[in-house]
Nanobody, 123 residues
Framework: QVRLVESGGGLVQAGGSLRLSCAAS????????MTWFRQAPGKERQLVAA????????YYTDSVKGRFTISRDNAKNTVYLRMNSLGPEDTAVYYC????????????????WGQGTQVTVSS
């Protein structure tokens, strides 16, 4: 029902910034909470940020608070993750996910997932 496609990943120097985008298909985009996860090699998939369907409520994991900003443009069916002050510890594959449930969207059991986009931060 919902197809998610991430873009915007790449190679960046430490201290730099990237903006990831996740474009969604479907006409009920605003009904879905959207989340960003990341997974580094050998590590568990980690929740990074979440945003409610309206965009009013947001969540960030402690390690990215003050550096990352999640936002959405429901008219464009797109969610964004602006990442500032990047360090090598942020290197991972970043995935967006969607679920009608706020609580489920924040877990690995979210209903819909994108293919992931690689973010590599060099030192």
């Amino acid at each position: 029902q919902v197809r998610l496609v991430e873009s915007g990943g790449g190679l960046v120097q430490a201290g730099g910034s990237l903006r990831l985008s996740c474009a969604a298909s479907g006409r009920t985009f605003s009904s879905y909470a959207m989340t960003w996860f990341r997974q580094a090699p050998g590590k568990e998939r980690q929740l990074v940020a979440a945003i409610s369907g309206s965009g009013v409520i947001t969540y960030y994991t402690d390690s990215v608070k003050g550096r990352f900003t999640i936002s959405r443009d429901n008219a464009k069916n797109t969610v964004y993750l602006r990442m500032n002050s990047l360090g090598p510890e942020d290197t991972a594959v970043y995935y967006c996910a969607a679920d009608r449930s706020w609580s489920i969207a924040k877990t690995a059991m979210a209903e819909f997932w994108g293919q992931g986009t690689q973010v590599t931060v060099s030192s």
